[in-house]
């Protein structure tokens, strides 16, 4: 029995523990089963409204769709829960007694909220591997990382992130020789490794081939559940795959929230994506 075939079939036992559960942050308060709290928010760059008045809430669990035309203020929005850009006004909670407001981009990520951007930035040069074991909470820079030991639970966790974004076969070979997709999957993974209670994705899909998007789908909603996920994303096909909720953002502000057919078939949703 090869070492992949043994790690396989250690990891389909299902009394193994899962080590990709998200972490336990003692501060993440969560009884009224939402996660985040978006209320009034507002942010003006130069002038111009990117948000306006925003109230978005995310439960615990979920997996949100958001959508919108360009400019809608999706990526500011991201950009203001992760702490890179502070608002105008507003409240921005995790859970009910974090204010997100008053913390750094640092405090937030260790909270437990990843977010993957739209650009990937994975070390091509380094292995499949070596980049999820250089995005393990703590890590001490490249060179302290690549040449400290692992423990046993640190090489399990990596290998249980390989086998759930699809990649055991990859773990050796150079990142860089990857496909677009698989890049992609890598990404999700090296996100996985930090362990966030909430997750956000900034358009996964994108470029992908019609096969790379169906094995996404699956690995964002089998993250669902134990994580929270905020999707946003272009391609409708692939929203109405994995949606359960879906909300409309248009110029800084939620239009329209509810099933995919529900948002498709609101006048003011045809409007803004026929009429422009
Ligand atoms: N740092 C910034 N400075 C000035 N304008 C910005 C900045 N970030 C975003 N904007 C503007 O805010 C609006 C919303 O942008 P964005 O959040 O990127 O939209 P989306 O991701 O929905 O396409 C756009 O009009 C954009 O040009
Ligand atoms: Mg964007």
Redesign the pocket.
Known sequence: MSTLDMVRDVLRRDEVFDLLKPDINPNLEVSKDIILYMEDVSVS??G?K??NDLNLYINDGELRCII????????????IITGR?KPDSGTVYFGQTMNLLRMTEPEISNAGIGRKFQKPTIFENHTVFENLELSMKGDKGVWATLFATLTGEQRDTIDQVLERIGLLEKAILPAGLLSHGQKQWLEIGMLLMQRPRLLLV?EPVAGMTHQEMEKTGELLTSLAGEHSVVV?EHDMDFVRSIARKVTV?HQ?RVLSEGTMDEVQNDERVIEVYLGA
């Open positions: 760059f130069d111009f990117a948000i919108g035309p360009n400019g809608a203020g999706k990526t500011t929005m991201m950009d850009t900034d946003v953002l800084g």
